[in-house]
Every structure is written in structure tokens, then in C-alpha cells.
């Protein structure tokens, strides 16, 4: 990609928020979106902030301004959407602070600066915003955790699983996690298992780069790996036919291995997320 191509990201924080992506890291999104070396024109973020609940509870209140703060402090522009809240018939109580509109807005108006546009979100009403980006000549890419829409996946120009990205989401339990590093915990997803010989191939992203669409670990550019893994480091609820599911994706230990200069091998591999569940 040229220097001068121009990129917008749009994040639907709520949406992320509620979908596996909580403690997303908007240092790292940056990172990711200017990858190619394109200029970061618009960097916009849509939070919920509950302006009731803050009234009451000083905590609820500091931790918003202190994380929208630093959100900000990595160069976003936040827009913030008071929650509303809503009583049925049965006098439930239900609160909402959508901000589709106000994302699908703002993509629109903002198109004709840009070239290159990455949405974060697995909102399946995006699905028109997307194509009306790309008739204006954008390049629409998506971010997404859980309850991705299928259709959205398919209809943009490329999309990733913000599980795989490198230090996208923190490993809570690692705080000093060297992704990629030997002796560190990475996710990545199968790439070939043999059943029949109790082993098989998983792939991680090693690190961001502009060359992920070079997949093939082999290649001397491609920023993806591959690791080794034995049928009795699998956890009790991954079975074969989560394997063969790319979508499946997976969370484990990787080492240097004894075997094979420069190859890796998996350990506690463990589920992280699956479209079946």
C-alpha cells in the first residue's frame, strides 16, 4: 500500500465490548490499521457511557473517564452515547446505547476522503454500509469476535478474527506475554490434522505485518507460523470436528521444539472460541 492512501476505522465499542472482545487494545487496532503504511485519517470510536448510573456510583464514573481518556491519548476520536433505558408492560427494564446510526453515518460522510476503510464490529446492519463503501470505491475490511455475521464476512473485502491478531486481547493470566515468543500463549487456528496419526498443524499470526495475505507459513515473508501439535495436548472439549473448522479458534503454550530446528511445538491447547458455541 502507498503512504498516501488514506484509512478510517470505525469501532462499534459496544458491540466488541459485548461479543469476547472486553479490554480490546486501541494501541494495538492502530497498530493493525496502518499496517500497510497507509495515513490513519480517521481513527473513531462510538462508547456507551451511563450517565444515571454515574450520578450514584463515583467508580463506575472515574473508570469511564479514565479508560475513555487513555483511548483518547492513543490519537481516537471518542463519540459517546448516553444509555437510555426502557420499561415493558411487565415493568422491565431494559437499557440500550446503540451507535449504529451514528457509525454508519459518519462512515458515509467520511468515505469520499478515504480509500481504505476497517469497521470493528459483527453487526450484521452494517451490511449495506459496506456495500454502499466499497461502490464509492473503499476498501472495506472487519474486525469481529464472537456473533459475527456471516453475511458481513463475506461481503467485505477481508476479514479477520480479532482473536488472532497479535496482543489485540490481552492473555489476562500472562501479564508479560511475549506473543510469538517462545514460551509465550498465542490463539491460532488448524490448519491440518491428521486423525488417523494424532497430530496436526496449527497456525498463529506471528506478528502484524502488511503481508497477511501471503498464508502460507513457509514463505519467507509471511507473517503467519506454524506449530506442531500431538493429539494429547488437546483439552477434553476440543475433538476433530472443531479441528476442522477454521473458525475454531484456539488458545495454547508455544515452545521451541527438540525435533526440528526452528519449529514450534503447541502445549495446553485449549478452546478459546467456536462458531458452536
Not at 54 to 75: C, L, P, S, W
Not at 219 to 232: E, G, Q
Request: proline share 2%.
Amino acid at each position: 500500500m502507498s503512504a498516501n492512501v488514506r484509512v478510517g476505522v470505525f469501532v462499534d465499542a459496544e458491540n466488541v465490548r459485548y461479543n469476547g472482545g472486553y479490554q480490546m487494545r486501541y494501541d494495538v487496532l492502530r497498530r493493525f490499521a496502518a499496517r500497510e503504511g497507509g495515513t490513519l485519517q480517521r481513527l473513531n470510536t462510538y462508547m456507551a457511557f451511563d450517565a444515571e448510573r454515574a450520578k450514584e456510583d463515583i467508580e463506575y464514573r472515574k473508570k469511564a473517564q479514565t479508560y475513555q481518556q487513555m483511548v483518547r491519548d492513543f490519537g481516537w476520536k471518542i463519540t459517546v452515547k448516553l444509555v437510555r433505558r426502557y420499561t415493558d408492560e411487565m415493568g422491565n427494564v431494559t437499557t440500550k446505547a446503540n451507535a449504529d446510526l451514528d457509525m454508519a453515518v459518519d462512515a458515509m460522510l467520511q468515505a469520499n476522503k478515504l480509500d481504505q476503510v476497517l469497521l470493528v464490529t459483527g453487526d450484521g446492519d452494517f451490511l449495506q454500509v459496506v456495500e454502499a463503501l466499497q461502490n464509492t470505491g473503499c476498501r472495506v475490511e472487519l474486525i469481529g469476535f464472537k456473533n459475527v455475521s456471516r453475511q458481513l464476512q463475506q461481503e467485505v473485502d477481508a476479514y479477520y478474527s480479532g482473536f488472532v491478531i497479535p496482543d489485540l486481547l490481552p492473555i489476562n493470566y500472562e501479564p508479560r506475554n511475549e506473543w510469538g515468543k517462545a514460551g509465550s500463549c498465542v490463539r491460532g487456528v488448524c490448519t491440518k490434522w491428521f486423525a488417523d496419526k494424532g497430530y496436526g498443524f496449527l497456525r498463529i499470526m506471528d506478528h502484524i505485518s502488511p503481508n497477511l495475505w501471503i498464508t502460507d507459513p513457509r514463505d519467507a515473508l509471511s507473517p503467519y507460523a506454524s506449530v506442531f501439535c500431538h493429539i494429547n495436548e488437546l483439552a477434553e472439549d476440543v475433538n476433530e470436528d472443531m479441528l476442522a473448522n477454521r473458525e475454531t479458534v484456539l488458545e495454547f503454550y508455544i515452545n521451541e521444539s527438540d525435533q526440528k530446528d526452528n519449529g514450534l511445538v503447541a502445549s495446553n491447547v485449549r478452546l478459546a472460541f467456536t462458531m458452536n458455541r
